[in-house]
């Protein structure tokens, strides 16, 4: 998988050099490049934002260096990839956005490339947006509801959550398919050693190598701490994929 990252704090992202991710840019599984926006400026200032039509508060990202570091991305991907089969999808953090969810993060870690434009101040002039759409799947995201400074920290979230995703990336994928948000539920609490820590005990049940009744046990936390923590996830729930026991719960 390719991604580009397009920001005025470049060193924001020098975090994706670490970890899982970071050894997956090294084994070569993910390609990631982050360029500076202001290397698209013309003038001595680099300047990157102008005062907004209509008047208000703060200030606008000015829409040309966004388009040139765009067609910069666009070009890296296409090189990569030869004939590129699909369009490129553009990333846009924003408040305005669509909820980025689990959902999000496995739809996205099939595509070949992901191009992600960290905005600053009030946003980017709209007519990006309107004009990346004929070269670019263009998708708002919203981490959630609240607002940050910029885009960097949501696409650090981002794109850690969609390339851990990408195969080979995570040692063990046996470890995706009981966290929290597989199956639509949270995860279960989970224990180790010692057994008896500070007066309180492990739940006997995880101790009695007893594999169904353990995954009955698990599958009771998770369905009582989704509907005491996130009802809302609970509404969601695919009642085909409950059990008999699930709805005693
Ligand atoms: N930029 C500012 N606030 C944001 C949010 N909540 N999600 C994604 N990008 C943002």
Redesign the pocket.
Known sequence: MRIDVVSIFPEYLSALDLSLIGKARAQGLLQLTVTDLREFTADRHRTVDDTPYGGGAGMVMKPEPWALALDAARTRGLAAAGAAEQRPVLVV???A?EVFTQATARELALREHLVFACGRYEGIDERVVEWSREHFEVRP????D???N??EV?VLAMVEAIGRLVPGVIGNPDSLVEESHADGLLEYPVYTKPALWRDRPVPEVLLSGHHGRIARWRRDRQLQRTAARRPDLVAGLDPAGLDRADRDV
């Open positions: 953090p924003s408040p956005g995201m919203s981490l959630g609240y607002v940050l910029g885009g949501a």
